[in-house]
C-alpha cells in the first residue's frame, strides 16, 4: 500500500469515527431533574401571619442515609437490591429539597411567621425546632413509595423536647414512571408535614 493510499484509509476512518461519535451522542438520552413540591393546598388552620401567635419555625436538621446521598434517585427492585437511575436524578440536594418543601408543608396548617432551614446559633433564635433523621426514602415504579423516619420537635429558648417520634409512611405510585414516584413522595412529605404541624399546635 502506497502512502497515498494509506492517508487516504486513515482520512475515512476517522470519518466514519466522528459519523459513529455524533450519532452515538443525539441518539442518548438527555437527564430528566425532579424537586420534590408541597402541597397546593390552600392553608386551613394556619390563617394569617399578621395574626398574634404566629410561630418562628427552623428546620434545623434533615438527616439522610448514605445511600439517598446522590443525585440519583433511587427506587427498589426487591427489599435488598437498589436501581440508581443515571437518566432521572434530583434538581438539588434531596435534604435541601425535603426540608424546604416540609417547611411549607407545615406552614399550611400552623401560623408561620418566620422559617429558617439551617441550625440556629442558639436556641432562643426560633420558637420551635424541627429535626428529622430518614431511614428510608425510597420505594418501587407502579408499587408505592415509602418513608421511615424519626423526628423531634423542641420548643423556645430552653429547647424543651415536646415530641419525639419514629413515624412510617407510603403512598401508591400510580404509574410505572419516575414522575408518578416524586408525585408519591411529595404526597407522604404532605402527610409528614400534618404530623408534625399537629405537634406543633398541641406544643
Given at each position: 500500500?502506497?502512502?497515498?493510499?494509506?492517508?487516504?484509509?486513515?482520512r475515512?476512518?476517522?470519518?466514519?469515527?466522528?459519523?459513529?461519535?455524533?450519532i452515538?451522542?443525539?441518539?442518548?438520552?438527555?437527564?430528566?431533574?425532579?424537586?420534590?413540591?408541597?402541597?397546593?393546598?390552600?392553608?386551613?388552620?394556619?390563617?394569617?401571619?399578621?395574626?398574634?401567635?404566629?410561630?418562628?419555625?427552623?428546620?434545623?436538621?434533615?438527616?439522610?442515609?448514605?445511600?439517598?446521598?446522590?443525585?440519583?434517585?433511587?427506587?427498589?427492585?426487591?427489599?435488598?437490591?437498589?436501581?440508581?437511575?443515571d437518566?432521572?436524578?434530583?434538581?438539588?440536594?434531596?435534604?435541601?429539597?425535603?426540608?424546604?418543601?416540609?417547611?411549607?408543608?407545615?406552614?399550611?396548617?400552623?401560623c408561620?411567621?418566620?422559617?429558617?432551614?439551617?441550625?440556629g446559633?442558639?436556641?432562643?433564635?426560633?420558637?420551635y425546632?424541627?429535626?428529622?433523621?430518614?431511614?428510608?426514602?425510597?420505594?418501587?415504579?407502579?408499587?408505592?413509595?415509602?418513608?421511615?423516619?424519626?423526628?423531634?420537635?423542641?420548643?423556645?429558648?430552653?429547647?424543651?423536647?415536646?415530641?419525639?417520634?419514629?413515624?412510617?409512611?407510603?403512598?401508591?405510585?400510580?404509574?410505572?414512571?419516575?414522575?408518578?414516584?416524586?408525585?408519591?413522595?411529595?404526597?407522604?412529605?404532605?402527610?409528614?408535614?400534618?404530623?408534625?404541624?399537629?405537634?406543633?399546635?398541641?406544643?
Amino acid at each position: 500500500m502506497n502512502d497515498s493510499c494509506f492517508y487516504r484509509l486513515v482520512r475515512l476512518s476517522s470519518m466514519a469515527f466522528l459519523v459513529f461519535f455524533y450519532i452515538g451522542c443525539a441518539g442518548s438520552p438527555s437527564s430528566t431533574f425532579y424537586l420534590l413540591s408541597p402541597t397546593s393546598v390552600v392553608k386551613d388552620e394556619a390563617g394569617s401571619a399578621d395574626q398574634e401567635g404566629c410561630i418562628h419555625l427552623r428546620i434545623a436538621r434533615v438527616t439522610l442515609p448514605e445511600y439517598l446521598n446522590r443525585p440519583h434517585i433511587v427506587t427498589r427492585t426487591t427489599e435488598n437490591n437498589l436501581t440508581l437511575s443515571d437518566d432521572d436524578q434530583w434538581a438539588e440536594p434531596l435534604s435541601d429539597t425535603v426540608a424546604r418543601v416540609l417547611a411549607e408543608n407545615i406552614s399550611r396548617h400552623v401560623c408561620i411567621k418566620k422559617i429558617s432551614l439551617s441550625p440556629g446559633r442558639s436556641s432562643g433564635e426560633s420558637d420551635y425546632r424541627v429535626e428529622v433523621e430518614v431511614y428510608r426514602m425510597d420505594g418501587s415504579l407502579g408499587k408505592d413509595a415509602v418513608l421511615d423516619v424519626w423526628w423531634t420537635v423542641s420548643k423556645g429558648a430552653g429547647n424543651v423536647l415536646i415530641r419525639s417520634k419514629r413515624s412510617q409512611f407510603s403512598e401508591l405510585v400510580t404509574g410505572n414512571t419516575y414522575s408518578a414516584f416524586v408525585q408519591a413522595q411529595s404526597r407522604m412529605l404532605d402527610t409528614f408535614g400534618r404530623e408534625i404541624a399537629e405537634a406543633i399546635r398541641k406544643g
